[in-house]
């Protein structure tokens, strides 16, 4: 499946979970000779675990030319190793009462099983029998490749939104991958090959280029032991493979995307704008945008929802999203659909208008109740021993540390108003924009 | 320099020039031993040669991250041998009284000399002598590096107009280097080495890679004996490098950029369609597409002109142009300027009317005076022997034939209505196209 949410994973208030003495739980961390990555987040509430293998490599990692690589690969992994012919391991996890799913986001690929605690050892014997034996039969990868393709058609082709989301985004990116959809362009899904794949699989597969988490009711040592036992015999490959990343060059023109199709019941206006991730801002950035996204766009209290739709009832929804969580720089999005009767236009004009206000209309009432709904939503976020495990595994992929992971809530709390107004004046503006409209148009 | 003209080049009324009997003029040509692919196109009017030659590489070859290097290395090519110090091929050309110039396009790079003709081989010994031997030493390296971020700050970066030009292009190539500046983006300019330099050049400048193109007062058997005892020296490489071009998915969407700088004077409206080139036309649609936009957009007795400065006044001028000559998917531009206190918005209005009533206004009497200025501009520009140079170059570098350019006046010819209408009716519809708005803003 691919990682599409808008939203990134939210990020552990690592102080609280666990409710261990100052600063996170006890996550422990530590590299096998293979330069397997190891994290464990012990969680004894009840005798199961989270599995996670995770790669360094997503859609971004694509080689030019074959995108939807790493997302056709997600799928052939489940097609069978020398040992374990295709769907042994499903069902297996099946039989097992667990349960298992995989994702392609841009920046990692990662495949997840939860399960009893006493079959652990298994999950992990299939997960290291498949990072580098793996078949890939010429008679699974068409058929495959067919799955995909068709998996698109109804996603993406026959979804307006997402034809919009799609051309927004390769208009926003206008030379970053980040520009491609993850599941691929049509055109090449179709030409990808069994070598494309073996080729991706050989680069990318490897224990340097891995980061194994197990979240749940085991303890470090155990872990490390099954995972030497396991994991461990996998030979090393020499060194971590390379990402290549190009970086966009400065945006200078705003621009504007329309989608019309008949198929469309409910026109909305989004606007994506060029800012810093997490990874690549300088200073506290990261921070003010998590923190302002939340402001002016998180629920029926924010900024833009009480301008555009309690006050002036030209919307009925209004809200804005920040992709902090990227290796390279991101999106920003404010978002609104319009009252009956609206333009897009009209709705447009009044969203630009009460953005300008945004700087000055930040009040710190506001900002301290915007703090403490993201600290307590991360609270509630890591009662999920998989949310958790996502929250690492996630942040470890693109480069980030658990130390940045325990960072967050109290960098949250260090934003001050002025980071705010400084953000949204050099970020939320018209040049480093794309405006999409999504509308109805007669069939 | 850059070879950015919007227009093609023309290619030649080849039955027309050099006054031969059935097709073409005596174009000659062969391929040495080493993969030099060599064309003569005798001109016995003045006693001189133009001499150039061509590489089959441009900016749309660039690596990811490198974009800028096939101009780049244009500038290094005259820095020096270990036989001809810098700046040495110059001013030879110079004493001799000739004139030279380098381009870099899209899809190639070129190098030419105009001289008297007992100077041919000489010219040869310099351009031969440069294709493999090239000093690149680090000295030289940075300061002609400052050189180009210096042409780019002047031609780019502070001109509005070359800004609306970057953004329409990145968005209408969502995914292929078309979408890229030539010249390259200014931060990845800024981190070209010599090492990226010399990669780039043993990769392409290679005897297989290059065509030599000779027009002017020899014999093809004098060129063949010149370029053997010169070109025919350097040792072959083995084959031809790849060129790699990604395909863009077809568009889905109509997109719009605004650019708005206080230094703009004068307001445009542009609009450019993806389409297909002469290389990847099925059919016939390139041919209709020149001719179509020669009808709507090739001076004041156009139908854009006509109906939108004539008849409504609502702009001052009003045009189209098609970039035919291209490897991959190209550009179809519709361009117009409005009349003092227009707006932007109420000419593109305009423009789109007009557009829509284009298939049924097309008349045969104006498809037939677009053919005669088609062919007799085609003529005219082959009264020079470089521009004929040219066409035989350039048609030969983005893999063409000599036939095909010979080909071309007859297929202008046999393009009826229906070709034209229905080249209109598929390319020129909103979701193929980004719209370019340059307007002034307050400083």
Not at 220 to 230: G, I, N, Q, S
Not at 284 to 310: F, H, M, N, Q, W
Not at 393 to 398: D, P, R
């Amino acid at each position: 499946m691919m990682d599409t949410a808008s939203k990134p994973f939210l990020r552990t208030d690592a102080a609280s979970f666990g409710r261990t003495e100052g600063g996170g739980p006890n996550v422990s961390s530590f590299t096998l000779d293979n330069g397997l990555d190891v994290v464990v987040i012990p969680d004894h509430r009840v005798p199961v675990v989270t599995h996670m293998i995770w790669y360094r490599n997503g859609s971004a990692d694509d080689p030019i030319g074959q995108s939807g690589i790493a997302h056709f690969l997600e799928h052939l992994m489940f097609k069978g190793t020398e040992k374990h012919p295709a769907g042994e391991f499903s069902k297996v996890v099946s039989a097992l009462g667990g349960q298992e799913n995989a994702f392609t986001s841009f920046d990692y690929t990662a495949y997840f099983q939860r399960v009893a605690r006493e079959h652990l050892r298994t999950m992990m014997e299939f997960e290291a029998d498949r990072m580098t034996k793996l078949l890939l039969e010429e008679a699974v990868v068409g058929p495959e490749r067919d799955v995909v393709l068709e998996e698109r058609r109804m996603r993406v082709e026959t979804d307006p939104s997402s034809q919009l989301s799609e051309a927004m985004a390769a208009a926003l990116f206008v030379h970053h991958p980040y520009g491609i959809p993850i599941i691929g362009w049509m055109h090449e899904i179709e030409t990808l090959s069994r070598e494309n794949a073996l080729d991706y699989y050989r680069r990318f597969y490897t224990p340097e280029n891995a980061i194994l988490v197990v979240a749940g009711d085991v303890t470090p040592d155990e872990v490390l032991r099954l995972a030497k036992d396991t994991y461990g015999r996998i030979e090393p490959r020499g060194e971590r493979p390379v990402r290549f990343r190009p970086r966009d060059p400065d945006p200078v023109a705003a621009r504007h995307i329309t989608v019309s199709d008949p198929k469309v019941e409910q026109p909305t206006l989004q606007r994506l704008y060029l800012v810093p991730s997490c990874r690549t801002a300088k200073e506290r950035d990261c921070y003010a945008l998590e923190l302002l996204a939340e402001v002016i766009g998180g629920g029926p209290t924010s900024y833009l929802y009480r301008k555009l739709v309690l006050e002036r009832g030209i919307a009925v929804n209004a809200g804005a999203w920040y992709m902090s969580s990227s290796m390279d720089e991101t999106r920003f999005c404010v978002y609104a659909v319009p009252s009956e009767g609206v333009t897009l236009q009209a709705l447009e004009e009044a969203v630009d208008e009460v953005l300008k206000t945004v700087p000055e209309a930040l009040d710190s009432d506001s900002i301290e109740r915007a703090k403490t709904r993201l600290v307590a939503e991360t609270i509630y976020s890591t009662d999920s021993q998989s949310a958790l495990a996502r929250i690492y595994g996630s942040a470890l992929a693109i480069g980030e540390t658990i130390e940045d992971v325990h960072r967050w809530p109290g960098e949250i709390e260090a934003v001050v108003k002025d980071d705010l107004a400084s953000a949204a004046e050099r970020y939320l503006v018209l040049r480093r924009s794309v405006t999409g409209y999504l509308q109805k148009s007669a069939s």
